[in-house]
């Protein structure tokens, strides 16, 4: 049952309160500002396009688009026919695509004509013959610059089904009534990591996406002021939350379909960018452009930031030190939405700069369970961060036998993240990292997490990840650094730095550097990849020990 607007109610709300307001600027080369009543203009278009293709309640739109207004667009449109929308990576490969055309079956799929030359036709028709599923309509968009493209073109996209060019609005004049009464159906999916098996597709209820984006403005400060700088893909939950809490709460979203450095900074300063929550590869790389050539970030209020590459503490002394913006370490995940919490600007450095945080809303739950007995950890050490409320995957698209459902659940109902964490007294939650990454030393359990934020104080490391590894029974916990540019890491002083704060157990075996951290990009951002160091460190012990201990 609904416990709130739907996504197309929602939308309308904010039309209805100021239709002249901008909703989205399309960033890039050539900026175009969207003000709420043409966005709804083109959301109706869309909508009765949708229809007469066939998209009805419960269908599923694919969204191979890059950060281009027309992906929200179609995301309220099949909103407004109680379909959902699943959003494709540009980045995916033929066996990504096949696999989300597998599990998500889409009715249409809407793709990018002529995207920085990728050649998305020739992965859609590879990926079509791959898989035994529903041959999708292709809906071909050429973004927000260009003009449509020729029907003789846009048929070659066809694998089957036909395929047609979006209709475009003669008017802004948009009928928001008919937005209104709908049922509550799921609304979006977002693929998950991957990282045990193919990735899930985890689909929320159009309520919750609203709900969830109204908290999470009261919360963070969002209000009719507010820009949010979206550059992870709105196919990703990390940029489609900052992108519809900064709607929902009367602003406006930049849309940047790819990321130039200095082009953004300079956005940054031109359409007053109050908001950016991001991975900290993004903010690390903004950060070097404002170093480098300098910029005007008088209007930035507020930075939530993700630790996925190792370099949140860095970036955050800098936000905090040098542009006096304060920034917040943040939780989420495309099962949980992105933003499910952050830290408060009253809470101390650098703890804040930290995963975790408190929760947008009194109606997320979470606890932390031993994942071996199920009740209380031992004390001092972290469990499983389990979680309960709206902002809760609501299905998995494809999971037909409720076998993904079971296994991620608890009996008495509460999502399993997978994620290792302490939860505080006062709600608040500390997180440590994957279940996977956690480490035995010496008959502790340690968080890889710890030991990486303690090598990344120090002065020569731009960034840190530890692994762990087991020789003749006894696993040693092995850092690899990457040195801050111009510095040269001495791995002798960097166990003594870590030996000055942390309990001796928890000071790594080895210190490697190396010049740059095996990588992998995703859709909501880039991550070390921590099973490729870890065949390192096997090597590396296998061989002669090049580094002093």
Same mark, same amino acid.
């Given at each position: 049952?609904? /416990? !709130? #607007? $739907?996504? @197309?109610?929602?939308?309308? %709300?904010?039309?209805? &309160?100021?239709?002249?307001s901008?909703?989205?600027?399309d960033?890039?080369?050539?900026?175009?500002r969207?003000?709420?009543?043409?966005?709804?203009?083109?959301?109706?278009?869309?909508?009765?396009?949708?229809?007469?293709?066939?998209?009805?309640?419960?269908?599923?739109?694919?969204?191979?688009?890059?950060?281009?207004?027309?992906?929200?667009?179609?995301?309220?449109?099949?909103?407004?026919?109680?379909?959902?929308?699943?959003?494709?990576?540009?980045?995916?490969?033929?066996?990504?695509?096949?696999?989300?055309?597998?599990?998500?079956?889409?009715?249409?799929?809407?793709?990018?004509h002529?995207?920085?030359?990728?050649?998305?036709?020739?992965?859609?028709?590879?990926?079509?013959?791959?898989?035994?599923?529903?041959?999708?309509e292709?809906?071909?968009? /050429? !973004? #927000? $610059?260009? @003009?449509?493209?020729?029907p %003789?073109?846009?048929? &070659?996209?066809?694998?089957?089904a036909?395929?047609?060019?979006?209709?475009?609005?003669?008017?802004?004049?948009?009928?928001?009534?008919?937005?209104?009464?709908?049922?509550?159906?799921?609304?979006?999916?977002?693929?998950?990591?991957?990282?045990?098996?193919?990735?899930?597709?985890?689909?929320?209820?159009?309520?919750?996406?609203?709900?969830?984006?109204?908290?999470?403005?009261?919360?963070?400060?969002?209000?009719?002021?507010?820009?949010?700088?979206?550059?992870?893909?709105?196919?990703?939950?990390?940029?489609?939350?900052?992108?519809?809490?900064?709607?929902?709460?009367?602003?406006?979203?930049?849309?940047?379909?790819?990321?130039?450095?200095?082009?953004?900074?300079?956005?940054?300063?031109?359409?007053?960018?109050?908001?950016?929550?991001?991975?900290?590869?993004?903010?690390?790389?903004?950060?070097?452009?404002?170093?480098?050539?300098?910029?005007?970030?008088?209007?930035?209020?507020?930075?939530?930031?993700?630790?996925?590459?190792?370099?949140?503490?860095?970036?955050?002394?800098?936000a905090?030190?040098?542009?006096?913006?304060?920034?917040?370490?943040?939780?989420?995940?495309?099962?949980?939405?992105a933003?499910?919490?952050?830290?408060?600007?009253?809470?101390?450095?650098?703890?804040?700069?930290?995963?975790?945080?408190?929760?947008v809303s009194?109606?997320?739950?979470?606890?932390?369970?031993?994942?071996?007995?199920?009740?209380?950890?031992?004390?001092?050490?972290?469990?499983?961060?389990?979680?309960?409320?709206?902002?809760?995957?609501?299905?998995?698209?494809?999971?037909?036998d409720?076998a993904?459902r079971?296994?991620?659940?608890?009996?008495?109902?509460?999502?399993?993240?997978?994620?290792?964490?302490?939860?505080?007294?006062?709600?608040?939650?500390?997180?440590?990292?994957?279940?996977?990454?956690?480490?035995?030393?010496?008959?502790?359990?340690?968080?890889?997490?710890?030991?990486?934020?303690?090598?990344?104080?120090?002065p020569?490391?731009?960034?840190?990840?530890?692994?762990?590894?087991?020789?003749?029974?006894?696993?040693?916990?092995?850092?690899?650094?990457?040195?801050?540019?111009?510095?040269?890491?001495?791995?002798?002083?960097?166990?003594?730095?870590?030996?000055?704060?942390?309990?001796?157990?928890?000071?790594?075996?080895?210190?490697?550097?190396?010049?740059?951290?095996?990588?992998?990009?995703?859709?909501?951002?880039?991550?070390?990849?921590?099973?490729?160091?870890?065949?390192?460190?096997?090597?590396?012990?296998?061989?002669?020990?090049?580094v002093?201990?």
């Amino acid at each position: 049952m609904s /416990t !709130g #607007p $739907t996504l @197309a109610e929602l939308l309308a %709300d904010t039309v209805t &309160t100021a239709p002249s307001s901008v909703a989205v600027i399309d960033g890039g080369s050539d900026p175009i500002r969207v003000t709420r009543a043409e966005l709804s203009s083109r959301v109706l278009a869309m909508r009765d396009d949708l229809r007469s293709h066939g998209v009805e309640e419960g269908s599923c739109v694919g969204v191979w688009l890059p950060n281009w207004s027309e992906a929200l667009v179609l995301q309220f449109a099949a909103a407004a026919l109680g379909a959902h929308v699943i959003g494709i990576n540009t980045r995916y490969g033929v066996a990504d695509v096949a696999h989300v055309l597998d599990r998500a079956r889409p009715k249409v799929v809407a793709i990018a004509h002529e995207f920085l030359g990728l050649d998305l036709r020739s992965r859609l028709h590879a990926a079509v013959a791959e898989v035994d599923a529903p041959v999708p309509e292709l809906a071909v968009v /050429t !973004g #927000p $610059t260009r @003009a449509p493209a020729a029907p %003789d073109v846009a048929a &070659t996209y066809d694998v089957g089904a036909g395929a047609w060019i979006p209709s475009r609005p003669a008017s802004t004049a948009a009928d928001l009534e008919v937005l209104y009464g709908g049922s509550d159906a799921l609304a979006v999916a977002f693929t998950t990591s991957g990282s045990t098996g193919r990735p899930k597709l985890a689909a929320h209820l159009g309520s919750a996406v609203a709900r969830h984006a109204r908290n999470v403005a009261v919360a963070g400060g969002w209000d009719a002021s507010s820009v949010s700088l979206v550059v992870l893909p709105l196919s990703g939950v990390f940029g489609f939350v900052p992108a519809i809490t900064a709607i929902a709460a009367g602003g406006a979203a930049l849309l940047e379909p790819t990321f130039d450095d200095d082009l953004v900074v300079r956005h940054m300063a031109e359409f007053g960018v109050t908001h950016l929550a991001s991975a900290d590869d993004v903010a690390g790389r903004l950060m070097d452009s404002v170093r480098a050539r300098g910029g005007n970030l008088s209007s930035w209020r507020r930075m939530l930031i993700g630790d996925f590459y190792g370099k949140s503490i860095k970036v955050a002394e800098w936000a905090e030190e040098e542009t006096d913006t304060p920034t917040l370490g943040i939780y989420g995940s495309s099962e949980l939405f992105a933003l499910t919490s952050f830290w408060r600007e009253h809470d101390a450095a650098p703890a804040r700069w930290r995963g975790g945080g408190r929760p947008v809303s009194e109606d997320i739950e979470v606890r932390v369970v031993d994942p071996v007995t199920g009740g209380p950890p031992p004390d001092g050490e972290p469990g499983e961060l389990q979680f309960r409320g709206y902002n809760v995957v609501d299905a998995y698209l494809g999971d037909d036998d409720g076998a993904i459902r079971a296994r991620s659940f608890t009996e008495d109902g509460w999502f399993r993240s997978g994620d290792l964490g302490t939860v505080r007294p006062d709600g608040g939650f500390d997180y440590a990292g994957r279940m996977g990454d956690s480490i035995r030393l010496r008959g502790f359990l340690v968080e890889a997490a710890e030991i990486e934020i303690r090598l990344a104080e120090h002065p020569t490391v731009a960034r840190t990840k530890v692994v762990g590894v087991t020789v003749d029974g006894d696993t040693r916990a092995i850092a690899f650094v990457e040195p801050v540019a111009g510095a040269t890491p001495d791995p002798d002083e960097l166990r003594a730095w870590c030996a000055a704060a942390l309990a001796k157990f928890k000071v790594p075996d080895t210190v490697h550097v190396i010049e740059q951290m095996p990588t992998t990009v995703g859709t909501n951002g880039s991550k070390i990849k921590a099973a490729a160091l870890r065949e390192l460190a096997q090597q590396l012990l296998a061989g002669p020990q090049e580094v002093t201990r």
